[in-house]
C-alpha cells in the first residue's frame, strides 16, 4: 500500500510569489492535514480536510489556504510569500480524523528568498 | 493554554539499552496520544498510539505509558538500536472518532542519539 505522498519535494520561491504544494493521501484515507514545521515553533497544525470539506483550521493568516479534491487528493497554496514562510511542509492522512491513525509523508521543504 | 512539553531535549544512550522518552501534556481534555520518529529529511513516522481509556499499550519492542493522574506519556524502546536515533515527538488530541482530526499538537521534541 503506498503511503502518503507530497511534491514536490524541494521548493525555492521569491518573496511575494505564490506557491501550490500536492499530497496524495493513502488510499481510502478520507482525512488529510496539513502542518508547518520549522525549528523555532516545532510543528504547527494549519488545516484538516475531509470529503472535501475544510473541517479545521489553525492559526495561520489568509494568505494560506487549502482544499481538498473528490478522489481526496489535496492541495495547498500559499499567497505572497514572506521569508518566514520557509519551512517543511508536511501532510498527514488518516482514515476517518479524529481519533484514527494520521500517517506523514515526506514533506515539502520550501525555501523562501 | 494547550502545550505539549517534553522534560528533555537530548537523550544519548548505549546501544542495546533500553530508552525512555517523556513526554508531559496540559490539557486534561486530550484523550488521544500519539508518538511520532523523524528521522532527518524525512516525515514524522508513526509509532504507536494510545487511547485516555487505557494506561499502557504495547508494540514491537515499544511501550508507551499513560499516566492521566499527571498528565504524563512516556515512550519505552527496548533494546535500543543505531536506527532508532531520531527526533520522537509526542502529539495529544482531543478524539473525536469519526470527525475532526482537529488540532494534533506536537511537542518539540526529543533527540534520541544512540552510541554503538
Known amino acids: 500500500k503506498a503511503g502518503v505522498t507530497q511534491t514536490p519535494r524541494y521548493l525555492i520561491k521569491t518573496r511575494g510569489q505564490q506557491v501550490t504544494l500536492s499530497c496524495s493521501p493513502i488510499s481510502g484515507h478520507r482525512s488529510v492535514s496539513w502542518y508547518q514545521q520549522t525549528p523555532g515553533q516545532g510543528l504547527q497544525f494549519l488545516f484538516e480536510y475531509f470529503s472535501e470539506t475544510q473541517r479545521n483550521k489553525g492559526n495561520f493568516p489568509g494568505r494560506f489556504s487549502g482544499r481538498q479534491f473528490s478522489n481526496s487528493r489535496s492541495e495547498m497554496n500559499v499567497s505572497t510569500l514572506e521569508l518566514g514562510d520557509s519551512a517543511l511542509y508536511l501532510c498527514?492522512?488518516?482514515?476517518?480524523?479524529?481519533?484514527?491513525?494520521?500517517?506523514f509523508g515526506q514533506g515539502t521543504r520550501l525555501t523562501v528568498v | 493554554g494547550e502545550s505539549v512539553g517534553l522534560h528533555l531535549p537530548t537523550l544519548s544512550v548505549q546501544e542495546g539499552d533500553n530508552s525512555i522518552i517523556n513526554c508531559a501534556y496540559s490539557n486534561s481534555a486530550s484523550d488521544y496520544f500519539i508518538w511520532y520518529k523523524q528521522e532527518s529529511g524525512k516525515g514524522p513516522q508513526f509509532i504507536i498510539d494510545?487511547?485516555?481509556?487505557?494506561d499502557k499499550r504495547q508494540g514491537q519492542r515499544v511501550t508507551v505509558l499513560l499516566n492521566k493522574t499527571v498528565k504524563h506519556l512516556s515512550l519505552q524502546i527496548a533494546a535500543t538500536q543505531p536506527g532508532d536515533s531520531a527526533v520522537y515527538f509526542c502529539?495529544?488530541?482531543?478524539?473525536?472518532?469519526?470527525?475532526?482530526?482537529?488540532?494534533?499538537?506536537f511537542g518539540k521534541g526529543t533527540k534520541l542519539s544512540v552510541k554503538p
Open positions: 494510545i487511547r485516555s481509556n487505557m
Open positions: 502529539a495529544e488530541n482531543i478524539m473525536n472518532y469519526g470527525g475532526s482530526q482537529g488540532n494534533l499538537i
Open positions: 498527514a492522512s488518516s482514515q476517518q480524523g479524529g481519533g484514527t491513525e494520521a500517517f
